[in-house]
Every structure is written in C-alpha cells, then in structure tokens.
C-alpha cells in the first residue's frame, strides 16, 4: 500500500487559513489522494479528494504538485470545530482506507 | 441526507461474553466496512462485504465474524470478548460502481465498546 507522511501536529488561530501537508512519494497513477478528518470521539468524516487537479468543495481545496508526490489540505478559516486529526490517504476504487498518524490540528482562539 | 446508522452506540460487556454490532449503510449503498479503533490508535480496518460477499480481510481476530444480509445491513459478532476488545468500532458504506472520481466512503458514529 502507498505510503503517506504528515506532519505529527499543526497549530493555528482561529479564523486564519491552514495548509495541511502530506507526502505521497510512491504515489501510483490509480490512487486517489483522499482527506478524512476525525473529531474527538467521533467517526471518521470524508473531507476532499482528487487525482490531478486541484479540487474545492463547501468544506476545504486540495491543491496537488504537478508530480503528484505531494498535496495540501486547505482550510480557508480554521475554526474550532476544525480542531481534529486530518487523514490523508492513498486509496483506489472500493478499496479499505489504511489509516496512518495524521495530523492532529489544534485551533486557538 | 440519510448517514451510516451503527447500534448500538455503547456497548459494555464482562470477558468471555458475546457481543453483536450492527450497520445499517447508506441507502443504495452495497459496500459495507468495518473498523476497530482502540483508546489513542488509528482506526485498523477489520473486513469488508460487497453485494454480501466478504471483499477484503484485515486484522479481524478468529473470535470475531461479520455478514451483511440481503438488505445491505451487516453485523459484526464478536465471541469470547476480552479486555483489549475495547474499543470504537466503525463501519463505513461505499456504493459499488460508483465512477472512481466520485468514490468515497462514508462512516457511521460508530459503536463503543467496553470489556470488563
């Protein structure tokens, strides 16, 4: 399975905009790049994902390197209810979602 | 919109007993996943059904067996429960045939469990 790394944690203030990173090096043509987020004590909840281009949606933009090796997560305006533990994630079709550490984002007011 | 319905959510059980948790996936949706999430861990996937054929294998201990019925709904049974059983237990529901740029799993709340 392709493998991931994320920074172990992030800060930011609340209302400014945060950039989540993640490396995906051995990235394969037919993974997609997905984002889950998990709050405290809750189930995991799908944010973005893409393939090549960038993608927006209500919640976040995935920006993706042009080799595709790396993406970032953007946040526009943390809040607190964006404090959680960000997934990124590699996966094809119907395939499992492998979790790896994430990145646990703290927000402050 | 109608989300993943997982019961019950709290679960508290003694050690060698017996314990049933069910999924009810998204409508339309045929895929069914399930996930163990212990205290400070990542979920681990356990095992995966598909039109109710297991899909996929993960790290599912012997004592533990899963179905999804004709409806899609599935649980997961687990048998001899010990203390390190405790944990969140997720499933997730996928549609089958999606096209790949708009597949993506969906989890339910998940159902805690605790072995005393």
């Known amino acids: 399975d392709a493998k991931t790394t994320q920074p172990n944690s992030m800060e930011s203030n609340e209302e400014e905009p945060v950039h989540l990173p993640c490396n995906h090096s051995?990235?394969?043509?037919?993974?997609?790049i997905h984002w889950y987020r998990q709050l405290p004590s809750q189930g995991p909840e799908y944010v973005i994902h893409?393939?090549?281009s960038n993608v927006n949606n209500r919640m976040a933009s995935l920006a993706i390197a042009e080799d595709r090796k790396s993406s970032t997560l953007i946040l526009h305006r943390a809040t607190l209810r964006d404090a959680a533990v960000y997934y990124c994630?590699?996966?094809?079709?119907?395939?499992?979602?492998?979790f790896g550490p994430g990145t646990s984002l703290s927000v402050i007011p | 919109a109608a989300g993943v319905i997982q019961s019950p959510r709290h679960l508290i059980k003694e050690k060698r007993e017996t314990a049933t948790l069910k999924c009810y996936p998204i409508?339309?949706?045929?895929?069914v996943y399930w996930y163990q999430q212990g205290p400070g861990q990542d979920p681990q996937f356990l095992i995966s059904?598909?039109?109710?054929?297991?899909?996929d294998k993960g790290s599912i201990p012997d004592r533990f067996s899963a179905q999804q019925f004709s409806d899609y709904h599935s649980e997961l049974n687990m048998s001899s429960l010990e203390l390190g059983d405790s944990a969140l237990y997720f499933c997730?529901?996928?549609?089958?045939?999606?096209?790949?740029?708009?597949?993506?799993?969906?989890f339910g709340p998940g159902t805690r469990l605790l072995v005393l």
């Open positions: 051995t990235i394969s043509g037919t993974d997609y």
């Open positions: 893409g393939l090549t």
């Open positions: 994630i590699l996966k094809t079709s119907y395939d499992k979602v492998i």
């Open positions: 059904f598909y039109e109710k054929m297991q899909s």
């Open positions: 409508p339309r949706h045929d895929t």
């Open positions: 997730a529901s996928y549609r089958g045939g999606t096209p790949l740029a708009d597949e993506t799993q969906y």
